[in-house]
């Protein structure tokens, strides 16, 4: 009977949900690692033919990642890391993913909405009473109709140390106290602001209790699988913890980091072109947001500019007749990034570099390769109809 009760207590606690959960856990480990099997002999050579050019004619310089279908189809790592060392980038490098952040805040946000700890109709002025911009809203931060003034503008003649790293906290308080003019009314035009998402994170914090950076890895990076993103800010570290150094334009050009690589949540957040697809992945398969919570940051929030483009929740929108995409794009401090998720045809592209030049505007061919619509707003006219 004693051997009965230890096999019996045995299965309850293999049983026990931290058992399950622990099993679920390593279950996706094994689907993620599937999900990122990639032979190069299997690229996919007009792709490949594509990214060499742009790279060797319009100086791309950094990672690239596409998929269709589910399986990655082509990946690749192009040039320097750090040009004054000589560091060659590799294909797990982690880049400044600047407003491509943005959507990653964004699902953060949704995440508190769905389990109850936050509500659209919020204002910032429940977890800050003194901030001085009243009734604005979780669902007008998000969709960039607020009305805000952008602290990044305001805070060059304010902040008094430029060698500190600010706080999302320090620049709440300075919006606090210095009360610049805002741009609108809240809910008035659509007006792309960083202030909106820097709020944003601030709020989270206020929410949870937690440093954003936890936050994040736990409710959005750690579940997605993406074990090489974090939110980095000169607030905490002296020196950001990535070998990728920003470069502006020209390769003598590095960027050094500043108090303005402090506040998160506008930016801030480093991550790689296989954990921006393995995100791609668990949002598809609703792991991380509710499908249809999901589904209204997909919802065109501002009126369609050439017909085609918009923004929802942290997400910029193009949506051609019966082919949805939603994308972001970013660019900061030498780094510039590209995400596109073509919800339709299943297609993701994710396009990474440290050279902030105008190569991720000749993308044209590769959408053509892919068999989906340019995603370019001057290939459109205003009827939104496709010109060149």
Same mark, same amino acid.
């Given at each position: ?159 008094? !140390? +430029? ?10 308080? =300075? /919006?606090?106290?210095?009360?610049? @003019? *805002? ?96 995100? !791609? +992945? ?10 249809? =919570? /999901?589904?209204?940051?997909?919802? @065109? *929030? ?87």
């Amino acid at each position: 009977m004693v051997v009965l009760g230890m096999a019996s207590g045995l299965i309850v606690a293999c049983s026990s949900p931290e058992a399950k959960q622990k099993e679920v856990k390593i279950d996706q480990a094994k689907k993620d690692s599937i999900a990122l099997l990639y032979d190069p002999a299997d690229a996919d050579p007009r792709i490949d033919e594509f990214m060499q050019r742009l790279h060797k004619r319009a100086a791309f310089n950094g990672n690239v990642l596409v998929a269709k279908g589910g399986k990655i189809i082509y990946e690749n790592a192009f040039g320097w890391a750090d040009y004054l060392h000589k560091d060659s980038l590799d294909i797990d490098s982690q880049f400044e993913l600047a407003s491509v952040s943005k959507p990653m805040t964004a699902i953060g946000v949704l995440k508190l909405v769905e389990e109850g700890k936050l509500k659209m109709e919020n204002t910032v002025n429940d977890f800050y009473p003194d901030f001085p911009y009243p009734d604005i809203t979780i669902q007008q931060l998000l969709s960039h109709r607020s009305g805000l003034p952008n602290y990044v503008y305001f805070s060059e003649t304010v902040w008094p !140390d +430029r060698k500190k790293g600010m706080s999302n906290q320090d620049a709440m308080d =300075l /919006l606090i106290a210095h009360k610049p @003019a *805002r741009y609108g009314s809240p809910d008035g035009r659509y007006h792309y602001n960083n202030s909106n998402y820097m709020v944003l994170a601030s709020i989270v914090e206020k929410v949870t209790g937690q440093d954003f950076a936890v936050y994040m890895k736990e409710k959005i990076f750690d579940p997605a699988g993406m074990k090489r993103t974090a939110v980095y800010s000169t607030a905490v570290y002296d020196k950001i913890p990535t070998g990728v150094i920003g470069h502006d334009k020209i390769w003598r050009r590095s960027v050094v980091q500043n108090y303005l690589d402090g506040p998160v949540g506008d930016k801030g957040i480093y991550s790689t072109v296989k954990d921006l697809y393995l995100l !791609d +992945r668990a949002l598809r398969e609703g792991r991380i947001v509710d499908p249809g =919570l /999901l589904d209204s940051a997909y919802t @065109a *929030r501002s009126k369609p500019e050439r017909s085609l483009f918009s923004y929802g929740y942290g997400w910029r929108l193009f949506h051609p007749q019966e082919n949805p995409m939603v994308y972001h794009t970013g660019w900061w401090h030498g780094f510039k990034s590209l995400y596109v998720r073509d919800l339709e045809n299943d297609v993701t592209i994710v396009l990474l570099t440290n050279m902030a030049n105008g190569s991720l505007n000749n993308l044209d061919d590769l959408y053509k390769i892919l068999e989906i619509p340019i995603l370019r707003r001057n290939a459109y006219n205003a009827n939104g109809e496709l010109v060149n």
